[in-house]
């Protein structure tokens, strides 16, 4: 009975050990099946290892309400709570080849993916064609073309200049301006890799992006302050991190996913500690 | 042990079965050998390293310092601690001192695989030499456009000699030794070309990772690459699913990148191409349009405007399994994919790589029965599963960052260099004398009377 009505608390000792994981699985589920009755049960009937971690990790997302970014899961998240990081990364791509979720590529400069679940997704870009409703742009037709043309046809995280305006005058006639008024929006950005290709990318997400990078280096300054480099992970867990909004149990899921630290298990419960190489 | 050469004898294992159960288990069991060792004789970063294809007998090792040696792998040249431990010194070294020695680093040192009488070396005084062994001496160079940074000789070649190069140069150059001159030049990479390794099924077939993060096919006996890998082009498996539409990554507008195959890619790339010029104007006028404003590309070059990357990064290191069906390549993003030779798609294996060298080319072996990856990753050498992506084991023993692994399969052993300038045996741990030891019942050493 406690379990159920305080999964967020329970949840954060699920991510050590598998069995107790598969408990708290069945509790994220309930969850989220309230909302999701109107989907019939056999769509719903088995879900992978990735899809439950997923969802689990979308109820843990921080509610942060200055900025309204639908929650993500990065990659390396993933890693940390599923053993095997082949079968993550062959389930993402189904449930990806499925339209349940869309990776987007993070301009951290290190392999970052963040994993977002296309409703949630595309309820902010309904948010954000509303806002500019309200300042009264014009072109805003250009958002309905890259809902049904682009997001449904193109699955991966960058798209090339001239496939981006094929696709779009499927709609209409398409002038530069579209585009500009897409990147203002903060739906695409480019990066330094290629100067051709545009990037997808989540809108408003530049605060918890700086989150991200500054949280990470805390928690690694924290740890590598320590005499031996190690902590307990029920200590490190009520740890608040200053530069981040995110918490805490984010960042470490994703630095044990990306191989920075490592977890140990000792008589006296789970220690985390840097790892050498 | 004594069982089972019992059960070869009557039959019930297979002899190959036999063999591979000896050879799996010494291969697991590799660590840091405390029987042989080589006196490297360099004074710069090891950058290479090739055990020669006919006999596997002879290593050869190239080094920053510009010099390179070649190493006995079977008979030492001298015995310490009364005859325990094998030293291997140099056969003969040849190094900047030498009349036509290279001035700069050594990238890379190979062996003609033919016979051990030839050896080519790349460095990054922009030149490719061939070398006699039995002479030391230089007996053909190749003036190369930037520095080398790898060379490689197809192992199965029938019909030619050709040194594939690649070179901070866009193009990748074929140089031939039988004539002295440059037979092929290869177009279509976007930047440096850090990796070339020839394909273990064709000797047409060389595949080349580039400093923009591309992988390209070529097939050397027509122009143009006829695939580049892209990452995002994924199979869930090993092998391809049989009797499905192969088209299935993603939905496409006028089957822009279908993998039927490179034909029917070449015709779309170009289509693409002329549309980009026309942008305005509704899909039907756009037909017209691109027809009549067409540009005249040479089919060949086609490819150089497929942009798709197999990483994020530059491809620091190519190698191909041996039986020519899979590609293993290593990226600066600290990734390691396998590919799919035959359909060009990503197997999606995860590799639990922590971090890889980035500014350097890093060179990985293979082991085929069990399936290994040998991997530098920073100042460890990780060997992981091939199909599960699984580290198996982790061996320290660099002081500093490593630059190459080399597995000799006729031995078990393995051998790295690294940026502290030693060359390490990793050898399988336990002598077969301990294992007969074991098997034996021990006795009872009370159970004695005079």
Known sequence: MKKRTN??????????????????????????????????????????DTCVALRMMRAQFPRIDQASTPPF???????????????????????????????????????????????????????????????????????????????????????????????????????????TLLINAGLLTRQLIDPDMYWFA????????????????????????????????????????RFSPLDVRFHIRDLIGSGHLKTVQTTSGLIVRISKD | MWKAIKD??????????????????????????????????????????????????????GAADGSAAVFDVQRATDYEASGLIAKHKCIFTVDKQHDNGHKFAISSAIWYPIDTGLFVTGSYDHYLKVWDTNTAQA????????????????????????????????????CDIASGAFSHTLSGHRDGVMSVEWSTSSEWVLYTGGCDGAIRFWDIRRAGCFRVLDQSQTQLGIRPPILKRTAVSSKFYSAAKSSLGGQNRLKTLQSKHTGSQSVKGSSSAKASTEKSRQKRIHPGMLSTLDRATAHYGVVTGLKATNDGMYLLSAGSDSRIRLWDIESGRNTLVNFETGRIQTNKAIQLDTSDDPALVFVPCMKTVKTFGMWSGRTTLMLRGHYESVNTCCFNSSDQELYTSGADRQILVWSPGGSVEDEMVQDEVAEDKDNWSD
């Not at chain 1, 000792?13 to 056999?42: F, M, N, W, Y």
């Not at chain 1, 090339?160 to 305006?165: S, V």
């Not at chain 1, 700086?210 to 009520?238: C, T, V």
């Not at chain 2, 591979?20 to 360099?42: A, E, T, W, Y």
């Open chain 1, 73 to 179: 899961i990065l990659q390396s998240q993933l890693y940390s709570s599923v053993n095997d990081r082949t079968q993550v990364d062959r389930e993402l791509e189904c449930l990806r080849r499925e339209k349940v979720v869309r990776v987007f590529k993070l301009n951290t400069g290190q392999d970052d993916h963040a994993i977002i679940f296309l409703d949630d997704y595309l309820n902010q870009v309904d948010r954000i064609v509303k806002r500019m409703e309200e300042k009264r742009q014009s072109d805003l037709e250009v958002f309905k073309w890259f809902k049904g043309h682009v997001l449904d046809s193109k699955l991966e995280p960058s798209i090339g200049h001239h496939e981006l305006f094929s696709l779009l005058s499927l709609g209409g006639k398409v002038k530069d301006a579209h585009i």
């Open chain 2, 139 to 174: 007996v053909v160079d190749f003036k190369m456009p930037g520095k080398v940074y790898r060379t490689a000789m197809s192992s199965m070649a029938m019909s030619h000699t050709l040194i594939a190069a690649g070179t901070e140069d866009v193009q990748v150059r074929l």
């Open chain 2, 8 to 61: 070869r004898e009557t039959g019930r294992i297979r002899s190959n079965s036999f063999a591979n159960r000896f050879k799996s288990g010494r291969i697991l069991s590799l660590q840091l050998s405390n029987r042989k060792d080589f006196v490297s004789p360099h004074r710069g970063s090891v950058n290479s390293l090739q055990v020669d294809l006919t006999e596997g007998r002879y290593l050869l090792s």
């Open chain 1, 202 to 241: 989540i809108p408003s997400i530049g605060k918890l992006w700086k989150g991200l990078l500054q949280g990470r280096n805390e928690l690694l300054s924290l740890l590598k302050r320590k005499r031996h480099k190690e902590m307990f992970l029920a200590e490190l867990e009520k740890k608040r991190l």
């Open chain 1, 7 to 48: 999964p967020e608390s329970s949840a954060s000792k699920a991510k050590k050990r598998r069995r107790e994981e598969e408990d708290e699985e069945e509790v994220g589920c309930s969850h989220t099946a309230i909302e999701d009755q109107c989907l019939p049960l056999e769509d719903d009937l088995t879900f992978s």
